[in-house]
T-cell receptor, first 112, second 112 residues
Framework: GENVEQHPSTLSVQEGDSAVIKCTYSDSASNYFPWYKQELGKRPQLIIDIRSNVGEKKDQRIAVTLNKTAKHFSLHITETQPEDSAVYFCAASKPTGNQFYFGTGTSLTVIP | DTGVSQDPRHKITKRGQNVTFRCDPISEHNRLYWYRQTLGQGPEFLTYFQNEAQLEKSRLLSDRFSAERPKGSFSTLEIQRTEQGDSAMYLC??????????FGNGTRLTVT
């Protein structure tokens, strides 16, 4: 099966600074990598995703990069704001899409 | 709200009792997933349906757990003879082939 590792488990940044969360995966057949944000007591919500045919994707202050050779992908949040505080999960999925394998999460705190 | 809905939101039960949760996916989604999430962890895959067929079950899913999706629409997850270790958030998600997972708000189970 797939094994997704995520680092760091906790991250504190000052408002306005950047935050980077990194994930590695084990199965080279994985080709779809979504990122979810989960606020306390709420459902995980998709914030950005990337497929293996591209190396980078950006949406306003959020970007994701993918290195297929090294089997790792990263979430970058620039100009962080207090409302970015949440737990972020990375995930990996194979072409069949039968299973999504999640990382253990990163608790991000943005200090005003 | 046309998102994924789950019922109940919270369930407190005594050890040894049976519980059943319901999930209503987004109507046009043919895939339905059940995940379990404990504090500080990412969602763990339990089982997956494509239409009414249960195609995959995790080894985490003991014989006390059973899931159904009788008409390819809503799904139920039943836990028999609950144990304290079953206490967790049970998340349902749905997708259409190749699309991202959309999660419900979850059912928080507490076994006393």
């Amino acid at each position: 099966g797939e094994n997704v590792e995520q680092h760091p488990s906790t991250l504190s940044v000052q408002e306005g600074d950047s935050a980077v969360i990194k994930c590695t995966y084990s199965d080279s057949a994985s080709n779809y990598f979504p990122w979810y944000k989960q606020e306390l007591g709420k459902r995980p919500q998709l914030i950005i995703d990337i497929r293996s045919n591209v190396g980078e994707k950006k949406d306003q202050r959020i970007a994701v990069t993918l290195n297929k050779t090294a089997k790792h992908f990263s979430l970058h949040i620039t100009e962080t704001q207090p409302e970015d505080s949440a737990v972020y999960f990375c995930a990996a999925s194979k072409p069949t899409g039968n299973q999504f394998y999640f990382g253990t999460g990163t608790s991000l705190t943005v200090i005003p | 709200d046309t998102g994924v809905s789950q019922d109940p939101r919270h369930k407190i039960t005594k050890r040894g009792q049976n519980v059943t949760f319901r999930c209503d996916p987004i109507s046009e989604h043919n895939r339905l997933y059940w995940y379990r999430q404990t504090l500080g962890q990412g969602p763990e895959f339990l089982t997956y349906f494509q239409n009414e067929a249960q195609l995959e079950k995790s080894r985490l899913l003991s014989d006390r757990f059973s899931a159904e999706r009788p008409k390819g629409s809503f799904s139920t997850l039943e836990i028999q003879r609950t144990e304290q270790g079953d206490s967790a958030m049970y998340l349902c998600a749905s997708s259409f082939e190749g699309s991202p997972l959309h999660f419900g708000n979850g059912t928080r189970l507490t076994v006393t």
